[in-house]
């Protein structure tokens, strides 16, 4: 059965002692609740091990917002996938929009981030999802499908260990948010995708969360779709205050 997920990214926020007070905060207000949904941090590299420290002993874990797709070396910079595994991190985010706008991030590099991060025991959130002109002009199952891609070159066992995040980049930071019809006819379609390549069980159990301006608001009417198993959170899950009823949505 496939696990329902709330993941929080950061982004290029919180100082290293935010972070870690941010990261407190959540394993306070966690403490002692009983939660329907595993609870993830993303967070920017300075802080990885960090959080990982603060939030030991409770149901948090705990990832990167990106890695390397070289092992190690002169790249001067980089942070490989072995580096984030050994702080005790679990989970990477790949492929997120703003590193496919801002750094050129294709396929081709997505799959050997995958490869690494996989290689290192990591649990990859993977990022698709269409920018506004895509959606507008009916052509995002198609970019949904480029994206996927990367995914598909993935053996089944290996697809198996990913997350996927569908995140429509017109509702990110926007205020706008995909309806829970809209989002939904996204997350059945990516499954229906993966169940063409692999198979229905492959398909059944993979996780696809909903990333784009999900808050404490819409949370349970998204979550209430069959195909959408969580949320990866961006402005919402820099507060405990406003993590909290999202992850409290899943009853």
């Known amino acids: ?24 905060d959540l394993k306070n207000a966690l403490a002692g609740k009983k939660v329907n949904c595993d609870v993830v941090v993303c967070t920017p590299f300075i802080s990885v091990a960090a959080v990982a420290e603060a939030v030991k002993g409770s149901i948090i874990g705990v990832g990167a917002e ?21 702080t005790g991190a679990k989970y990477v985010i790949l492929g997120h929009s703003e590193r496919r706008q801002y750094h050129g ?11 690494q991060a996989l290689a290192n025991g990591l649990t990859p959130i993977f990022c698709v999802g269409e920018i506004k002109e895509e959606r507008e002009s009916n052509t995002f199952k198609s970019v949904i499908e480029g994206q996927m891609a990367a995914l598909y070159t993935l053996s089944a066992e290996d697809f198996g260990k990913c997350v996927i995040a569908y995140e429509p980049v017109w509702a990110i930071g926007t205020g706008l948010t995909a309806t829970s019809a809209q989002a939904e006819e996204v997350h059945a379609f990516i499954r229906a995708s993966i169940a063409e390549k692999y198979n229905k069980t492959v398909a059944d159990n993979t996780s696809i969360l909903y990333g784009g301006s999900c808050k404490g608001s819409n949370a349970p009417e998204l ?20 993590f909290m009823p999202i992850i409290e949505a899943w009853k």
Do not use: H, Y
Request: charge should be negative; charged fraction near 20%; proline fraction near 1%.
């Open 223 to 242: 979550f209430a779709q069959p195909d959408i198993d969580g949320g990866l959170i961006g402005g919402a899950a820099l507060k405990a205050d406003t």
């Open 66 to 86: 990106d890695c390397s797709a070289q092992d190690k070396g002169a790249f001067t910079g980089e942070v490989s996938a072995s580096m984030i595994a050994s």
């Open 105 to 115: 991030e294709n396929n081709a590099l997505l799959i050997q981030k995958l490869q």
């Open 1 to 24: 059965m496939r696990k329902k997920i709330v993941a929080g990214n950061w982004k290029m926020n919180t100082t290293l002692q935010e972070g870690i007070a941010l990261a407190s």
